[in-house]
């Protein structure tokens, strides 16, 4: 990565890894802006859904038959549209259309200045940039487990849960969209396990790979 030239990094973490925290620290180093909020923001507003509406969307995934029925019941322009109506007149927004919004939103956030992006579609988003750095920050499961229960207040049995419930759902949004798993580190220029390390610690270890 040339840190010269407009760079994008973008990172891909563990819920309770510290990952988020890493990347806005990253940021503040390099003096560039840091994206995590803003892409749900973005899409809840185009599409007026709300956040857990759109993720129970993004976890869909047609097979190539239902999507082929789809075209021949609607017409080919209706099933390119990002929504259409049901029998009942009940809006659809596709799943299609929210996965290729947040695409369009980070592909632009990346053309306009250097940032530091984190989130689970931001890798393969950013797989054309000629000047990304992708970065997967990892933890042990006992890790991740005291981190929950302290950012969350939650018991050791809850946090486990949540844990599993949305290692679950990015790794079936990863399969269902990017045809790849997230712990594949071919996808990743740097992984970084967080255990005994701080995040300014981690923050550091990115830059001296950056140089």
Not at 97 to 119: D, H, P, Y
């Amino acid at each position: 990565m040339r840190k010269n030239e407009r760079f994008v990094i973008t990172i891909n973490r563990e819920l309770g890894s510290g990952g988020r925290t890493v990347g806005r620290v990253l940021a503040e180093k390099l003096g560039v802006p840091y994206y995590d909020k803003v892409l749900p923001k973005a899409l809840e507003e185009k599409f007026d859904l709300s956040h857990r509406q759109i993720e129970d969307l993004k976890g869909k995934n047609r097979s190539w038959w239902e999507e082929i029925k789809r075209v021949l019941v609607l017409g080919e322009g209706a099933a390119n549209s990002s929504e259409y109506y049901d029998e009942d007149n009940n809006r659809y927004v596709t799943s299609e259309a929210v996965l290729k919004a947040e695409r369009e939103i980070l592909q632009n956030i990346a053309s306009e200045e250097s940032c530091v992006i984190a989130g689970r579609s931001a890798f393969f988003a950013m797989n054309d940039n000629p000047n990304h750095l992708s970065v997967l920050i990892q933890a042990s499961m006992e890790h991740r487990v005291k981190r929950v229960m302290t950012k969350q207040g939650l018991t050791e049995k809850e946090a486990k849960k949540v844990i599993k419930m949305v290692d679950d759902t990015r790794e079936e949004y990863m399969k269902n969209n990017a045809h790849t798993s997230r712990y594949d580190t071919r996808n990743y220029d740097l992984v970084i396990r967080m255990d005994g390390k701080t995040e300014e610690e981690a923050a550091n270890v990115i830059l001296t790979y950056i140089g």
